[in-house]
């Protein structure tokens, strides 16, 4: 029980802050939805109830991938996060079905419900809540990929470096993204179906919310997919090589792989040096670019084989 609770300790507190609130809101939601039957708020209640959960799931999963490797499980427990986290599609992808079936209802019978100012409050607090938490996913985001920025400097520069963050850091910024943008069109929806007789608005509104889920189901589930298999990361392998050839004794880099499992980046390169060097100066230039190169955050083992120099440079940048 204590190594459990160690492990979640080292979770992703992205994601943790994330299931939290969302659970708030979901509760808050779904009792608005029960006094005021408004379709749009069931909609926002079923989104929000799957990203807790996935979030949730997202949290344990990048905890437990921290377990060191044991005998029967040699390489570790990266790719556990991937694993769980298309466990967790599975149920976004129910409530995206059940959130679009609603919709549908609604628009071949229209009804207009009750509450407006309770669904307006309601998806207010909502929208700025689930704006915190993704003003925080973007902060985190930067923070992973090692870039500064302050202010609203923030948002752009997360949004162009998202797809370098950690999987669960990734999934919360993508589900809170489209969590806001929900909201938004939620509240909108309910303005038009209470200031105008078009109450089929609330549909329509359920519907883009239920396809918006899906998207996250889609992205989820492939770039977790991709994760299980494990996936080369061509950023951090074209960073990491850029590296290794700046180093003077380093001849040329005719092979680097940089495998990404979970959180963490496996890195192995061959190095081509110069053939009349002495082991012990062999020795020194592997632990100069071990060092060099765990600097890098999420890098947890580095493998360095060399060969001598064939006077043939096989190594080109792709940037």
């Known amino acids: 029980m204590k190594d459990l609770l160690l492990l979640l300790r080292r979770g992703n507190k992205s994601a943790l802050a994330a299931a939290t609130v969302n659970s708030i809101i979901s509760l808050i939601k779904g009792v608005a939805y029960l006094f005021t039957g408004n379709v749009a708020m069931f ?3 079923m989104h929000s109830l799957g990203d807790t959960a996935n979030q949730f799931f997202v949290f344990v999963g990048s905890a437990l991938s921290k377990k060191a490797p044991t005998r029967r499980f040699p390489n570790g427990f990266g790719r556990l996060v991937n694993l769980v986290l298309l466990g967790a599609v599975l149920i976004v992808g129910i409530m995206a079905y059940e959130t679009i079936l609603e919709g549908y209802r609604h628009l071949k019978h229209p009804v207009e419900s009750s509450g407006f100012l309770i669904i307006v409050v309601v998806l207010g607090v ?3 809540l689930e704006s915190i938490v993704l003003f925080k996913a973007m902060k985190e985001t930067l923070h992973e990929v090692g870039i500064d920025a302050k ?14 963050a950690k999987p669960a850091t990734k999934l919360v910024f993508l589900e809170d993204s489209v969590a806001t943008g929900g909201g938004i069109l939620a509240l909108l929806a309910v303005l038009i179906s209470h200031y105008t007789p078009y109450h089929h608005a609330e549909g329509i509104a359920s519907i883009i919310i239920g396809i918006l889920m899906f998207y996250v189901v889609g992205k989820t589930f492939l ?20 590296m290794v050839v700046e180093d003077p004794d380093i001849k040329d880099l005719p092979r680097i792989s940089v495998l990404k499992e979970g959180d963490e980046f496996h890195v192995e390169v061959k190095v081509e040096v110069d053939p ?12 100069r670019l071990e060092e060099n190169i765990r600097k890098e955050r999420g890098v947890a083992d580095v493998v360095v084989e060399f060969d001598e120099d064939d006077k043939v440079n096989t190594w080109e940048s792709k940037q």
Not at 224 to 239: F, I, P, R, S
């Open 43 to 45: 909609a926002e209640t």
């Open 126 to 128: 909502s929208i700025i």
């Open 151 to 164: 202010g609203l400097d923030i948002i752009p520069k997360s949004i162009m470096n998202v797809n370098k």
């Open 223 to 242: 770039d977790n997919a991709a994760g299980v298999l494990g996936e080369a990361d061509e950023y951090m392998q074209e960073k990491i090589a850029r």
């Open 276 to 287: 009349a060097i002495t082991i012990a100066e062999a020795d020194d230039i592997r632990d």
